[in-house]
């Protein structure tokens, strides 16, 4: 019985010395070379440049209007001046406030992807690290929690190789 008590508290001691197993991925470095994020960024950049030329094509005609307007005016009585002038800043007010609400679902769509993307990547690192036995896996890069590790724990570009392939694959 001795004997028995004796190993068993070996296996409990053997089992508390073995090691958490750590890695770290650098955030910064997966995001940037993960296929999926860059391919959402341009798409949005795309879509926002096509909003911007949108906009300024708008503004350019708008500015011809309200000029065409001021020579025009200048022949009306004030009070009909007054009135179209009204009408006008109104039309302006709401021009203004289309292209804002456009930009706005733009930037709500875009913020919605990104979030997308930002889930598939957490749930990446947690099958890989479920996957290769690891206690921890740390995040690192800018606003990241490792302030140094060994490039050995570095699992970034073995994650980014991961990710990237499952991508493909859709």
């Known amino acids: 019985m001795k004997k028995l008590v004796v190993v068993f508290a070996g296996l409990i001691l053997l089992a508390s010395c073995e090691q958490a197993k750590i890695g770290y991925v ?18 949005f950049k795309t879509k926002t440049d096509a909003l911007t030329k949108k906009r300024d094509s708008i503004s350019q005609a708008f500015q011809l209007e309200a ?7 200048q022949k009306m009585n004030q009070k009909k ?3 179209e002038y009204g009408l006008m800043q109104q039309r302006g007010q709401f021009i203004g406030q289309q ?4 930009e706005q679902a733009l930037v709500t769509a875009g913020q919605t992807e990104m ?10 690192v947690k099958a890989y690290g479920k996957t290769n036995k690891y206690t921890y896996i740390l995040g690192g890069g ?23 392939a499952d991508y493909k694959k859709e």
Do not use: P, W
């Not at 292209?99 to 456009?102: A, R």
């Open 26 to 43: 650098d955030n910064v470095k997966l995001m940037d070379a993960y296929q999926e994020k860059i391919d959402v960024e341009a798409k």
């Open 142 to 164: 800018d606003g990241g929690s490792v302030l140094y590790g060994q490039e050995v724990n570095d699992l970034t570009d073995e994650v980014v190789k991961i990710l990237n």
């Open 81 to 83: 001046a007054q009135e």
């Open 67 to 73: 000029q065409a307007f001021q020579a025009k005016a």
């Open 99 to 102: 292209l804002q609400q456009e």
């Open 115 to 124: 979030d997308s993307v930002v889930s598939r990547v957490k749930k990446a």
